[in-house]
T-cell receptor, first 111, second 114 residues
């Protein structure tokens, strides 16, 4: 699986959009981009995934660049409960379920 | 619906001892994966089981072993504990192993080795 690069931390004001970048320059054509988050002292929680098209669900939006070498997770209206470590993972669809976590981005939402 | 459950929540052991951690997947989920998360790092994959068979193994020593039972619950065993085994051990379940399927994580077992 390809590796990802994320900034170690970022702050966001409550109510504003949080844009979390992720670089995956060595991603292969059959690898999907997944995002998970981990709130302190809890297990990771799935957020969203995508291949090449932009995706949106009730939690977030995922924007993948045309060359697929980077992506951005957007939390449209950040709340204090969104404070967490966010992990960007690339994984081959159809592979056995191993998720390769990096260090992630610590997002702190402030009032 | 109940999520993934893990027991115990916390555990303290001494070096050289053995530990067994337990995981019950979400009802209907047939795949269970185990991860180790050392403080300040992301989770690291240890094992995946599907239909009672090992489907994947991470870069962990043979002191780590696991199994899955007919009811799809799973145990992670660690022998000859080292101080470095202190970590949060996470269990995740999913409907099946391959293909897109979301993995649901339990709250973890916090293991402290003294």
């Amino acid at each position: 699986d390809a590796k990802t690069t994320q900034p170690p931390s970022m702050d966001c004001a409550e109510g504003r959009a949080a844009n979390l970048p992720c670089n995956h320059s060595t991603i292969s054509g059959n690898e999907y981009v997944y995002w998970y988050r981990q709130i302190h002292s809890q297990g990771p929680q799935y957020i969203i995934h995508g291949l090449k098209n932009n995706e949106t669900n009730e939690m977030a939006s995922l924007i993948i660049t045309e060359d697929r070498k980077s992506s951005t997770l957007i939390l449209p209206h950040a709340t204090l409960r969104d404070t967490a470590v966010y992990y960007c993972i690339v994984r081959v669809l159809g592979s056995w379920g191993k998720l390769q976590f990096g260090a992630g981005t610590q997002v702190v939402v402030t009032p | 619906d109940a999520g993934v459950t893990q027991s115990p929540t916390h555990l303290i052991k001494t070096r050289g001892q053995h530990v067994t951690l337990r995981c019950s997947p979400i009802s209907g989920h047939k795949s269970v994966s185990w991860y180790q998360q050392v403080l300040g790092q992301g989770p690291q994959f240890i094992f995946q089981y599907y239909e009672k068979e090992e489907r994947g193994r991470g870069n962990f020593p043979d002191r780590f072993s696991a199994r899955q039972f007919p009811n799809y619950s799973s145990e992670l065993n660690v022998n000859a504990l080292l101080l470095g085994d202190s970590a949060l051990y996470l269990c995740a379940s999913s409907l099946w192993s391959a293909g897109y399927n979301e993995q649901f994580f339990g709250p973890g077992t916090r293991l402290t080795v003294l």
